[in-house]
């Protein structure tokens, strides 16, 4: 007999061996009853892992809708705090009975400067396209065409800047636009 044919012979175990070679030597059977008890404990230790896994993925569930309702509420807040020097300076500006045009203009250029920092600084951008440049419907908005010596489809002025914020706009930047020769 070749090595192959042995090793097909001892691989085709009679049913009897192949389940006591299966079967851990246990020398007692168990009745159908304890077989039903165990399964029993078994489906009961399953039924309460289950309820467990599902409390706890509905408590993870609220948790994160009461994040995502305090984000929105306080969303505004950091922009806020920002803005309250800029209020603190207009109101002592305010203040000022017998103030000249220059103290008024130096004050309200310190407080534009202000201003412009705190919308830095939350990511509120401005759009204001220098003349020449490309004329882009997604930021800019065309007022009116005028023939100009410039590229066609370019700006020419700027009438009111725009402004973006996270790469979204919120206010398209007013233009006038070269006319295509």
Known sequence: MSDTEKNQSNQELKPEQAAAEAAPAAAEVLSPEAEIAGLKAKNAELAESYLRAKAEAENARRRAEDEIAKARKFAVEAFAESLLPVTDSLEAGLQIKDAT???????????????????????????????????????????????????????????????????????????????PK
Request: proline content about 6%.
């Open 101 to 179: 045009v220059e103290q008024i203009r130096t004050g309200t250029e310190a407080t534009l400067k202000q201003l412009k920092s705190a919308l830095e600084r939350n990511k509120v951008l401005e759009i204001a396209p220098a003349a020449g440049a490309k004329f882009d419907p997604h930021h800019h908005q065309a007022i009116s065409v005028v023939p100009a010596e410039q590229e066609p489809n370019t700006v020419v002025s700027v009438l009111q800047k725009g402004y973006s914020i996270a790469d979204r706009v919120l206010r398209p930047a007013l233009v006038t636009v070269s006319a």
